[in-house]
């Protein structure tokens, strides 16, 4: 296990919270500069995220649209990389690269004085002139707060924290959540438990041939209108519609993917829904989202209620040391993807050297 005594001797010019795929993005980019830099990962191995998601997850989009920069991914024997081929593949990474990360970190807090952050950590504590944030928001689930949500006696359970459905074989399930999660939990969920999907509104579905690649050519032409000043129109494809990957159009064959309506309020037992009608459930998997890994941040900067902070594309408005990568269209286009994070790694590296030279 590694800490930071070793690390301590002088300060860094720049520390990259998190070694996911928006750190190793960035690691990458710093790999190619003379600033003094370390990664440091709450994880206890590679692989960011991936290692917690469910065992069924995969990428939106085939192998050769998933590559960080430099590397492109090698070709799955899927349509579309499965969970274990995405953790090698972030692994080679940062071998190949010979990124400088250091595991398991978890960083408490950030402290500012004049121009350098007092990082403390789990292991130690740190210097450094600039902080990139690259958390991303996995470990952050998001619940929303429904009457009588206290009283439900069942089982309750966040995507965040989803593995099989092997866990409810059997059981009557809730899935909660009208977006990409919810339809393929419901879908893989539903072929071994009786099941309902609840949801805000009536979810909407891509058309069949419409994956990863396609909704990343609408973020970078949204992109590029914008930087034009010409309005965009997601009148053909609706970036937060669901993609049919081919368990959910397996589900959709079943007559599952149906939505049930909206929860009025829980009871002991379940649900009431807004028709009043009153059902049982075993189980409830919240497909709800997450709010942004960023709260080691609080003391030095201004965070939101789902953690976000003001910034210009990956700087940070109000606190010019700090940028952000990876944290979706709040950060730039697409760039919470991998094939989209290169972009804002390499202008986030530019204007840390930029900063540093100016000090």
């Known amino acids: 296990m590694d800490d930071l005594h070793n690390y301590s001797d002088s300060t860094y010019d720049v520390i990259v919270i998190g070694g996911g795929q928006s750190g190793l993005a960035c690691g990458y980019y710093l790999r190619r500069t003379d600033l ?9 191995k590679c692989g960011g995220a991936w290692q917690n998601a469910w065992d069924s997850l995969t ?20 349509e579309f990389p499965v969970k274990n081929e995405v953790i090698q593949y972030l692994c080679q990474y940062e071998e190949r690269y010979k990124l400088n990360i250091k595991r398991p970190i978890k960083v408490l807090n950030v402290a500012k004085k ?11 504590i740190i210097e450094s002139r600039a902080i990139v944030s690259a958390t991303g928001r996995w470990s952050k ?5 429904i009457e009588g949500l206290h009283r439900f006696n069942g089982q309750q359970i966040h995507s965040a924290h989803y593995k099989t459905p092997k866990d409810f074989k059997n059981k009557k399930v809730l899935v909660v959540g009208e977006g990409n999660s919810g339809a393929q939990i419901l879908s893989e969920v539903s072929k071994l438990a009786r099941v309902k999907w609840a949801t805000n509104k009536e979810p ?25 000043g010409i309005k965009w129109s997601n009148e053909k494809y609706n970036l937060g519609n669901i993609v049919m990957l081919p368990s959910v159009k397996e589900g959709r ?7 049930a309506g909206t929860i009025s309020y829980f009871n002991e037992n379940g649900v009431v829904w807004k028709s009043g009608k009153e059902e049982s459930f075993d189980v409830i998997i919240w497909c709800t989202g997450f709010k942004y890994a960023t709260d080691f941040l609080r003391n030095v900067i201004d965070l939101d209620e789902k953690g976000q902070v003001k910034t210009k594309t990956t700087p940070s408005v109000d606190e010019k040391s700090i940028w952000f990568v990876g944290y979706g269209s709040w950060t730039g286009f697409a760039s919470a993807t991998l ?13 840390i050297q930029s900063y540093i030279g100016n000090l």
């Open 141 to 145: 689930p998001f619940i929303p707060e």
């Open 253 to 259: 064959n079943r007559g599952v993917l149906q939505s």
């Open 59 to 78: 990428l939106f989009s085939p192998s050769e649209h998933s590559s960080l920069p430099g590397w492109l991914m090698p070709k799955s024997e899927n």
């Open 36 to 44: 003094r830099y370390l990664i440091i990962d709450d994880q206890p």
């Open 339 to 351: 094939i989209g994070v290169g972009r804002s790694a390499r202008s986030t590296i530019k204007e």
């Open 114 to 124: 004049g121009n350098i952050y007092t990082i403390t950590t789990n292991k130690g």
């Open 204 to 228: 909407s579905f891509l058309p069949d041939d419409v994956d990863g690649r396609v909704l990343f050519d609408q973020a970078t032409a949204k992109y590029y209108a914008e930087k034009k």
